[in-house]
């Protein structure tokens, strides 16, 4: 095949690709919120929430995070957005870990935050809630399903919210639009690799 030829193909392709893009922005016209599952096993569900919040305060909206684990309190992500206007902060009270082994302990702590969650998702001023570790709270049964989902429906129009955390329910996917399952190929601290400041929080 000659220079050109290989010019015109490749212009050809793109001309396609590009009317095809093209009509699926043109399909896409409803305009509201959306709630986004960022969840499995791979590296990056909470980080991916953290700059979409950063993307959200870069366009000078208002956004909100609470933070259900302890030990996600301290990352940089939270400590940079922290000192930003528009974010309005809350982590969960004496802190849900893997070590507390009280469920009555973790509910009351739940108890606690649930409401300043809930009040951020009644909030038609918050552009972007990020509910981060999120499933936990379903899978150790210190949230209804129920109570989450009527908070999600309920919440202002335009208001995305982002939740996260490892084996998200079906019917937390179902409910969402815009669902990532994060894979893991690998992980270094796997293969024995400290986990560290600025990667890892
Ligand atoms: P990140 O905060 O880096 O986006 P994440 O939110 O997807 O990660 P979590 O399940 O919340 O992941 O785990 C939090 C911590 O565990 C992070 O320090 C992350 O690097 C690490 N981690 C994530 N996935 C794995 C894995 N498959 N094996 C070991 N450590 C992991
Ligand atoms: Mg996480």
């Given at each position: 095949?000659?220079?050109?030829?290989?010019?015109?193909?490749?212009?050809?392709?793109?001309?396609?690709?590009?009317?095809?893009?093209?009509?699926?922005?043109?399909?896409?016209?409803?305009?509201?919120?959306?709630?986004?599952?960022?969840?499995?096993?791979?590296?990056?569900?909470?980080?991916?929430?953290?700059?979409?919040?950063?993307?959200?305060?870069?366009?000078?909206?208002?956004?909100?995070?609470?933070?259900?684990i302890k030990?996600?309190?301290?990352?940089?992500?939270?400590?940079?957005?922290?000192?930003?206007?528009?974010?309005?902060?809350?982590?969960m009270g004496s802190g849900f870990t893997w070590e507390t082994q009280s469920k009555e302990k973790d509910q009351q702590a739940f108890d606690q935050?649930?409401?300043?969650?809930?009040?951020?998702?009644?909030?038609?001023?918050?552009?972007?809630?990020?509910?981060?570790?999120?499933?936990y709270?379903?899978?150790y049964k210190l949230?209804?399903?129920?109570?989450?989902?009527?908070?999600?429906?309920?919440?202002?129009?335009?208001?995305?919210?982002?939740?996260?955390?490892?084996?998200?329910?079906?019917?937390?996917?179902?409910?969402?639009?815009?669902?990532?399952?994060?894979?893991?190929?690998?992980?270094?601290?796997?293969?024995?690799?400290?986990?560290?400041?600025?990667?890892?929080?």
């Open positions: 095949m000659s220079t050109q030829d290989a010019t015109d193909r490749h212009q050809q392709k793109m001309q396609k690709h590009k009317e095809k893009v093209d009509a699926a922005i043109e399909r896409a016209q409803e305009e509201r919120g959306v709630i986004i599952v960022l969840t499995g096993n791979g590296k990056g569900k909470s980080s991916s929430g953290f700059g979409t919040l950063i993307r959200t305060l870069g366009h000078g909206y208002k956004a909100g995070l609470v933070q259900f030990g996600t309190w301290d990352c940089g992500e939270a400590k940079i957005l922290s000192q930003l206007d528009g974010l309005s902060h809350e982590v935050a649930w409401p300043k969650a809930k009040a951020m998702l009644s909030d038609p001023q918050l552009r972007t809630v990020m509910l981060d570790e999120i499933t709270m379903l899978s949230l209804n399903f129920d109570d989450l989902k009527e908070a999600l429906i309920n919440r202002p129009p335009m208001q995305n919210v982002i939740l996260t955390g490892r084996g998200a329910p079906t019917a937390l996917r179902e409910l969402a639009d815009t669902v990532t399952d994060m894979k893991m190929e690998k992980h270094a601290f796997k293969a024995g690799v400290k986990a560290q400041p600025g990667i890892e929080w």
